[in-house]
């Protein structure tokens, strides 16, 4: 994987779906929110913009999704939600990427509605059975310092 992450590499290395396999953030970590999902769709390369969708399974059952658009500004995205979501926005990037780009780490700055966090993604059909051991042996090239991989909750993904 290219070790800019530009507008351009984005542009190829995010359209698709992706489960998150580790986080810090507060969102993941309660329980309520299960097997989340981030699907991603090139809406224009220049400027780049995404649409995107977020979605899990409640402790009860039932699907949730949360929908937004992700607009490139210099170094991040800035996401801003759709429907009854539009007031409000947050800011993420990709501090790194795996070598064949099936894992991502995705990082939130704090906003009005979260905390900061890192999500530690894989693309939804790859194999995430020594993924723990894969971002621990990987953490420069991923931008996850010791203590924030000594923050994250590892999720149950089942069989990839």
């Known amino acids: 994987m290219p ?13 698709g779906t992706w489960r998150i396999g ?11 929110r299960l097997s989340p999902t981030f699907t991603y769709e090139v809406k224009s390369r220049t400027p780049l913009v995404l649409r995107d969708r977020v979605a899990w399974t ?11 658009i992700d607009r490139w500004k210099g170094e991040e995205f800035v996401w801003r939600g759709r429907g009854v979501l539009s007031p409000f926005a947050s800011r993420w990037s990709v501090a790194g990427a795996s070598e064949d780009g ?12 979260t905390s900061a966090g890192l999500d530690v993604v894989i693309r939804e059909d790859a194999d995430a ?28 993904l089942g069989a990839a």
Do not use: C, Y
Not at 133 to 153: K, P, Q, R, Y
């Open 58 to 68: 409640t402790s009860a059952g039932a699907d949730k999704k949360l929908l937004g």
């Open 22 to 32: 580790a986080t810090n953030f507060p969102m993941w970590m309660g329980g309520e």
């Open 102 to 113: 099936s894992i991502l780490v995705i990082r939130f700055s704090k906003s009005l509605a």
């Open 129 to 156: 059975a020594h993924l723990r051991s894969t971002v621990a042996a990987a953490s420069d090239t991923l931008g996850i310092g010791h203590e924030e991989f000594a923050s994250l909750t590892w999720l149950d």
């Open 3 to 15: 070790t800019a992450l530009n507008a351009n590499t984005l542009a190829q290395l995010l359209p």
